[in-house]
């Protein structure tokens, strides 16, 4: 479960690997009424490469029920934030689902020498 503080706020997930992304299911809060789930409105998901850069981005305008399933058309990416601008975000769970493609580049040094 995650509620923020306010202001311009996110949530972000690294899938650790390059993925192509199908659909994400957002959870919202229903533990605390209507007061929890009229905040997961107007908020705009993500998927970033593994350099960070934005390869797809949604707006969701629409008030939230208990669970948001946004169709993401199987774009390549390797991490999912979700924001909000001037608000609280608030959610309880957040499930991408997809095939993974590739594993994430790696920066460090390998054991094996190479010529």
């Not at 490469?49 to 390797?78: F, K, P, W």
């Not at 769970?93 to 590739?102: C, D, F, P, R, S």
């Amino acid at each position: 479960v995650t509620h923020t503080l306010g202001g311009d706020n996110w949530w972000m997930v690294n899938l650790q690997v390059i993925a192509s992304i199908r659909d994400v299911k957002i959870y919202n809060r229903m533990d605390c009424g209507s007061q929890c789930t009229s905040l997961l409105n107007q908020f705009v998901i993500e998927v970033l490469d593994y350099d960070m850069q934005i390869v797809s981005s949604h707006a969701h305008d629409d008030t939230a029920g208990a669970i948001i399933h946004l169709q993401m058309g199987n774009v390549e990416g390797s991490y999912i934030r979700i924001s909000v601008s001037d608000k609280y975000l608030v959610l309880a769970e957040v499930e991408v689902y997809g095939t993974k493609l590739y594993d994430s580049p790696t920066f460090a040094p390998t054991s094996i020498p190479t010529t």
